[in-house]
């Protein structure tokens, strides 16, 4: 009866401590690799007094990937601030700024796409970085990176002057 008893407590205490050792393991964190990393732009202009750069409103803009039926933005209203995703599979991102009265502008973004491990249980996530952009000046006067590194924390990448 001894015996059954302390096979009993034995038992007992060998699952306690193997719940207490599971409990306390680490859960894979994956924040990093759900959100994706976006380019965020600001509409500016040219102060003509001052020469400096200050931020603007477009009043209505719907952003469109070339190529795709894709509607990055779709007819955003009072736009000063917007933010773009870029293409994995290729090494630029081609939009479509569509303006009131019809009048569009193409801006090209041409990017290098660099995946780095993150763990086993998270996967990879992607190092976009803006290595050059080309454009058309119907409404856009001039586009300025400030930012080449794509991210997921609000910080601006590009100045779009109009």
Do not use: W
Not at 5 to 32: G, H, K, Q, R
């Amino acid at each position: 009866m001894k015996k059954l008893f302390n096979l009993s407590i034995a038992v007992t205490l060998l699952y306690a401590l193997t719940s207490l050792f599971y409990a306390c393991s680490e859960e894979a964190d994956c924040s990093l690799t759900d959100n994706r990393g976006m380019i965020v732009c600001n509409v500016c202009q040219i102060d003509p007094t001052l020469g400096t750069a200050i931020k603007d409103t477009l009043d209505s803009l719907t952003i469109t990937a070339a190529g795709t039926d894709s509607i990055i933005a779709n007819r955003l209203a009072e736009v000063s601030i917007f933010s773009l995703p870029l293409r994995y599979a290729v090494d630029s991102t081609q939009l479509i700024f569509h303006y009131v009265r019809k009048v569009t502008d193409t801006v090209v973004i041409r990017h290098t796409n660099k995946p780095y491990f993150v763990s086993m249980d998270c996967g990879y996530q992607m190092q976009q970085s803006i290595t050059g952009i080309r454009y058309t000046r119907h409404n856009i006067d001039s586009i300025y990176i400030a930012n080449p590194e794509a991210n997921i924390n609000g910080t601006k990448n590009l100045e779009i002057f109009y």
